[in-house]
């Protein structure tokens, strides 16, 4: 009966010795306070502490955490937006004891320092400067917290502002004034195009006149010089000058009439057909040639 009593009495002390061992975690602290006072912090592994005395009051995660806050604030031109701010976060490994016992709710107090700087930094701002400088907004966030949380064992790794949400109707006013001015810009491409085209257009009409003009001046010239040496053969030949004209102009009669004949569409004007049809037109038109330069002489005469 002895031995077994003193197996009885045996157990509840290994019981004990066992409980004042524990194991923590990795990245993770514990804190063991002794008689309701901070008797130390524990690291990773296999821990001891004194039965009965010391107790774990508690585990603190060293691992980085993040926080989302949603704040809703006005810029500097009267427009309400809300802005998602991501802040990642983690406790120093040698200060745990601020983190645990200086903070009752540190995301409490961590949301109310996103808040304070925020709605200091964003009502300075104008909505499009907001979307465009969001990274200074996540900076001035990280910067000023950061040196907030220092005293209460926290570092701040990082702050993002992931998300920036205007009012529905100021949404879809920016969306139509982005539509009207790409409407502005695809106009202003389209009116440039269409001036271009005009004045490409203008300047291939330009050449091509030109080199029409070009052309019948060379037609001519080329057709004087046929005249001109048509004369000097048939002179050779004994012909006068007025019957080679009239010679050459009933050949140009009949190449006229052969042109005239090839298309269909064409009016045909016949001249009297005599054999002094040729010399008699050709006289009509020294004639009024003629006249027509008296004609000048005498006017110019008169104006003198």
Not at 44 to 59: E, F, H, Q, S, T
Not at 158 to 178: F, G, S, W, Y
Not at 209 to 228: H, P, S, V
């Amino acid at each position: 009966m002895s031995e077994i009593s003193s197996y009885i009495w045996a157990i509840p002390i290994i019981f004990i010795i066992l409980s004042g061992l524990f194991i923590v975690k990795q990245q993770t602290s514990v804190v063991v306070e002794r008689f309701g006072k901070l008797q130390s912090t524990r690291q990773a592994g296999l821990n001891i502490k004194i039965p009965l005395v010391d107790r774990i009051a508690g585990r603190i995660s060293l691992k980085i955490q993040q926080l989302d806050v949603i704040v809703e604030t006005k810029t500097k031109d009267d427009v309400f937006v809300h802005l998602k701010i991501s802040v990642q976060f983690l406790i120093r490994r040698d200060h745990v004891e601020d983190a645990f016992y200086k903070l009752q709710n540190p995301h409490e107090q961590i949301t109310a320092f996103i808040f304070d700087v925020v709605r200091a930094e964003v009502p300075k701002m104008v909505l499009d400067d907001v979307f465009e400088k969001k990274e200074e907004i996540a900076l001035a966030i990280q910067r000023d917290l950061k040196q907030a949380m220092l005293d209460y064992g926290y570092d701040i790794v990082k702050a993002l502002v992931t998300d920036i949400d205007p009012d529905e109707n100021v949404k879809i006013a920016m969306n139509r004034i982005n539509a009207a001015e790409r409407e502005k810009v695809a106009a202003q491409h389209e009116g440039d195009a269409q001036r271009i085209l005009i004045v490409e257009r203008a300047k291939a009409e330009a050449e091509s006149k030109r080199l029409q003009g070009q052309g019948i001046a060379d037609q001519r010239r080329e057709i004087a010089r046929g005249l001109e040496e048509s004369m000097v053969i048939l002179n050779r030949a004994g012909i006068n000058s007025q019957e080679a004209s009239a010679l050459i102009i009933v050949t140009q009669h009949y190449d006229t009439l052969q042109s005239i004949g090839s298309k269909s569409d064409s009016n045909l004007i016949l001249l009297p057909n005599n054999p002094n049809a040729a010399s008699n037109m050709l006289t009509d038109v020294v004639t009024g040639m003629v006249a027509a330069n008296k004609m000048n002489l005498s006017s110019g005469k008169k104006k003198g």
